[in-house]
């Protein structure tokens, strides 16, 4: 673009378009594609930066971006004119050429790189968005299926609740709790719940858990205050505890907590372990692998779920933003 410039407004002014040897302009066009795709990952990672700022920042960020090139363009024009390796043949008229043509077709490019990844990005969102959609029917019709055996079990409990002895309270008591789990499960559970509700049933859960436990077991529990009408997809912590009861060995303690940090929650479980304990590496159970895909369909971008096995302590974290 610069030497069609120089072709047009040189020679018909009879001025020496080419006084240099071919060598010079040959090397300084290399060094200008050179910079050119230096200068195109450049834009490229900045643009995947500011993508998500809001639009009153766009007019910043090409202000910023104009200065920018004014900046390294004449830096480079002047260090190559000094060095012998750009040809720099009329002094200020090549100067002000080059920054009055080649900015704004920097910018121009760069506006069309721009548009293009905000293109992309929202044909990528809308296709997670489909993909959550299909994702959350084909849970909702799965649910509705799973639903008939817990249905009949539930009245099943009632039957066998009434014919247990009144003195053996802890057969009554653990039949009381499986009920109030089946009942959250099948009446109570919409698409989400609040964080009170979910945690009564996780302190629900954890308790029937203990109720099968050897009495040597030491749980501790934490519970924030903070969590009250927050929403939330329900029993997503459930696996994480079946998992730590499951496995805890050794010294025989599991270790509950769960955390909001703003709109985040956070859910640590710690149990300890021994070698023989150990769940395998590399492998994980159906409800944790379960666990991942509804996560990544419910919370997609907004969670992260760390799992640490040791020789003698499991830990799992699991954090969401609401």
């Not at 303690?253 to 710690?270: A, H, K, M, T, Y």
Request: aromatic share 12%; charged share 20%; with cysteine.
């Amino acid at each position: 673009m610069f030497n069609f410039i120089r072709l047009v407004t040189d020679l018909p002014r009879n001025d020496d378009f080419w006084p240099h040897s071919k060598i010079q302009h040959i090397q300084a066009l290399c060094i200008i594609i050179f910079f050119s795709y230096v200068l195109d990952y450049r834009m490229r990672i900045t643009i995947a930066k500011k993508l998500s700022q809001p639009r009153q920042y766009i007019f910043k960020e090409y202000l910023t971006l104009t200065a920018v090139l004014f900046l390294v363009q004449n830096l480079i024009m002047i260090i190559g004119s000094l060095t012998g390796i750009l040809i720099i043949g009329n002094g200020i008229n090549d100067y002000i050429i080059a920054n009055v043509i080649c900015i704004p077709m920097y910018l121009l490019y760069y506006a069309i790189i721009r548009n293009d990844m905000i293109a992309a990005r929202y044909h990528e969102q809308t296709l997670q968005l489909e993909k959550t959609k299909v994702g959350q029917l084909d849970m909702e019709l799965k649910f509705l299926k799973s639903q008939y055996h817990p249905h009949f079990l539930f009245n099943a409990l009632n039957t066998i609740y009434f014919q247990t002895e009144a003195g053996n309270t802890q057969a009554r008591t653990s039949i009381e709790l499986l009920s109030e789990l089946l009942r959250y499960q099948l009446y109570d559970i919409q698409k989400t719940v609040t964080l009170k509700q979910e945690m009564n049933y996780t302190q629900a859960y954890i308790r029937l858990q203990q109720m099968r436990m050897s009495e040597r077991l030491q749980l501790t529990q934490f519970y924030d205050e903070g969590m009250d009408n927050q929403e939330i997809h329900p029993l997503l912590f459930q696996p994480l505890i079946e998992n730590a009861f499951k496995y805890v060995s050794g010294e025989y303690w599991i270790n509950f907590r769960f955390e909001l940090n703003g709109n985040e929650v956070i859910f640590r479980v710690e149990n300890s372990l021994n070698w023989k304990g150990r769940p395998t590496k590399g492998k994980q159970g159906i409800g944790i692998e379960n666990l991942k895909r509804r996560l990544n369909l419910l919370y997609p971008a907004r969670y992260q779920l760390t799992i640490t096995p040791a020789d003698d302590v499991f830990t799992a974290e699991l954090k969401i933003k609401l």
